[in-house]
């Protein structure tokens, strides 16, 4: 099967900086592309960056364009999430998505997320 381990969360200051990291591991043949959403306290998981395999262009929520940075590393099939400039509103739990993934020797193609990761923004 396939994981997600994500890491780098935590409390920062706000207008501070942090970098999440997530890395797929299992028999992948190729994940389409991946992204990172968050959730906060009572909303709904939200969509904050994402970024595919094949062109490599990033999407970004507009709460954090300017701010944060995706990026991916294919051949290791991990995915980072630069966040500078931090604001208390950013504060949730951010989870990693791998979308359509394609597992060797299985037919079909899946979705996966990681456990999710803390991060609090707060002086």
């Known amino acids: 099967q396939v994981q997600l381990v994500e890491s780098g969360g935590g409390l920062v200051q706000p207008g501070g900086s942090l970098r999440l990291s997530c890395a797929a591991s299992?028999?992948?043949?190729?994940?389409?592309?991946m992204a990172w959403y968050r959730q906060a306290p009572g909303k709904q998981r939200e969509l904050v960056a994402r970024i595919t395999t094949t062109s490599g262009s990033p999407n970004y929520a507009d709460s954090v364009k300017g701010r944060f940075t995706i990026s991916r590393d294919n051949a290791k099939n991990t995915v980072h999430l630069q966040m500078s400039s931090l604001k208390p509103e950013d504060t949730a739990v951010y989870y990693c998505?791998?979308?359509?993934?394609?597992?060797?020797?299985?037919?079909?193609?899946?979705?996966?997320w990681g456990q999710g990761t803390q991060v609090t923004v707060s002086s």
């Open positions: 998505n791998a979308e359509r993934v394609v597992v060797i020797n299985h037919i079909g193609s899946y979705d996966y």
């Open positions: 299992g028999s992948i043949f190729i994940i389409s592309a």
